[in-house]
């Protein structure tokens, strides 16, 4: 993966600035430390990060590519799995190739088909071109948002990047924050609107949309969205295409020409991942690597609960021994943990999912000692129906986002001044009816069926963007590039119409899935209860984010002291408060992690120097 940017101008004459554009790409060094390249023209300038996974030489970017007196130039970022499909359709057309990359094959495409080259793509991508003739722009998106690309247009200029830092570098972009984006922050978060980039101006381009930029202006269309129809095959037909799917997106996924390793929690999605792709090592005498992770002290403070049933350990070594993988066990220090919530700050740009975040980061480094590419197992749970809100009849009949129940705890740690001028209730109550409102609709369906593709609509378009961009920030911020093949959009086209009860099948959650994937893991972890994301139940780390929350409460310069109520925080911060164990977000983050988010949104306050606008 890489770090992409540019600045395309009709005033200024950007070959004299071409400092500020490496000043951006820089700001992404992490997202490309194996190369960079900057190429600028009078209207345009481009900046790329580099991290190497196939054709260390014919890949390089910004990649250029003339045609009679045409100039193309393209930066990407992301991977596509069936490059050697459209290098053989491109040829077939005319065209030569001078490199086995996908960014050339990427480029080649727009060169013949333009902005319908994007329906042609399977992958993770986020790209620009620039066409020097046309001096035009094109940006796009994959379809469910893995890769992410940030924009703000001013006037007669439009300045994009892989991450908000890109853009923030800029002289003209400036960290300002007004009602909308505090709304975002303590109505909504650590999830964001569909593409608000909470900082006033900034904007983030959706999945599945393109962009054009020209001196005629800007244009934004929607090239990709699920659409509902009725769902004809039998039983047996569905079962068998969605176990062909999961395995041809695994499989697709490994190509690479450097170190693949899978994320293995011993839980279903990541064992799935990881079988599949065990078998294809052993096929070419390789054995795969394997990693999981837990956090010190776990084993002695484990609690169990309807969220998180029992711990991972056993069931990691039940698959070690089934796959013949070569297991890394990495287990988090808590300190380390609560140190890494700024880092996690700096690779979101924004206050994110606390040690959710921070562990995933830590993680991520340990695995980028040993290797640049991993699968991993998000996006199953949004698109079969995993989560506990599926099945929650209370969940069920909210009438508002399940992982949101906790817009009364929300409401009380803010100042009674800002409460009344965010108005929290109704920014999220209208935030949740806009979504309904793009849910495409199939017709004579129960109100039951119509609730439930509602609740998957905005499980993937809300639930699953978040953790899809904690995927992308955290491990790109250690230069690891990790693939998540439930978001092949072919599955998720077809999972999408099949109805509740075969996706229920067994009335378990996923029962669909577990059998498709019948005999290609053990019984017992096939149908394991779904177990989240470890996180620490040691008390060091409630200890440590108690302790810090404390200290912002009584340093007179806290940013945050001019937003929440500073008596309830204390009381949370104290352990004193019944609002401990209310859920902030999810099921993964309650009491130290609310705590540990305001504590992000300190330090978001402070190192962005942001300026509120009210």
Known sequence: MCGITGWIDWELDLSNHRETIIQMGETMKHRGPDASGVWVSKRAALAHTRLIVIDPEGGKQPMIRQYGENQYVITYNGELYNTNELRKELESLGHHFHSHSDTEVLLVSYIEWG??????????????????????????????????????????????????????????????????????????GPSRTP????FKGIEELRPGHSLLFSRQGMRIQQYWKLESKKHTDDLQTTIEKVRELVIDAVKRQLVSDVPVCTFLSGGLDSSFISAIAAEVYRQNGKKLNTYSVDYIGNEKYFKESEFQPNSDLKWIERMV???????????????????????????????????????????????KKNATVA???????????????????????????PWLRSIEQRERILTSELLQQLKIKDYVDFRYRQTLQEVPRLENESNEQQKMRELFYLNMTWFMATLLERKDRMTMRTGLEVRVPF?????????????????????????????????????????????????????????????????????????????????VVKSLALNKSEGNEIPWFGQLMTGPQLLAYLIQVDIWLKEYKVSIEL
Not at 326 to 346: G, I, M, P, Q, T
Not at 380 to 394: K, N, S, V
Not at 546 to 556: A, N, P, R, T, V
């Open 195 to 198: 593409g608000h980039g909470v």
């Open 487 to 567: 978001a092949d959009h072919r599955l998720v086209e077809y999972v999408w119409n099949i109805p509740w009860e075969i996706k229920n099948l067994g009335h378990r959650e996923k029962g669909l899935l577990r059998k498709a994937l019948k005999g290609i893991l053990p019984d017992d972890v096939l149908f394991r209860k779904k177990s989240p994301y470890p996180k620490t139940h040691n008390p060091t780390y409630t200890s440590l984010v108690s302790k810090k929350m404390l200290e912002i409460l009584h340093d007179s310069q806290s940013p945050i002291l001019s937003f929440i109520d500073l008596q």
């Open 115 to 188: 902005e319908e080259c994007v329906e042609h793509l399977n992958g993770i991508f986020a790209f620009g071109v620039w066409d020097e003739q046309k001096q035009q722009l094109f940006l796009a998106r994959d379809r469910l948002g893995v890769k992410p690309l940030f924009y703000t247009k001013q006037d007669q200029r439009l300045i994009y990047g892989s991450e908000i830092k890109a853009l923030l570098a800029h002289p003209d972009v400036h960290p300002i924050v007004d009602s909308e984006g505090l709304s975002e922050v303590f109505g909504l």
């Open 375 to 401: 699968l991993s197992g998000e996006c199953a749970d949004e698109i079969f129906g995993g989560y506990p809100w599926f099945y929650r009849q209370a969940d069920l009949g909210s009438n508002t986002f």
């Open 321 to 367: 021994d089934f796959i013949q993988s070569n297991h890394h066990y990495v287990f988090l220090d808590n300190n380390k943990l609560f140190d890494s919530l700024v880092e996690a700050v700096r690779a979101r740009d924004l206050p994110g999912m606390a040690d959710v975040d921070s562990s995933l980061f830590l993680f991520s480094q340990e695995i």
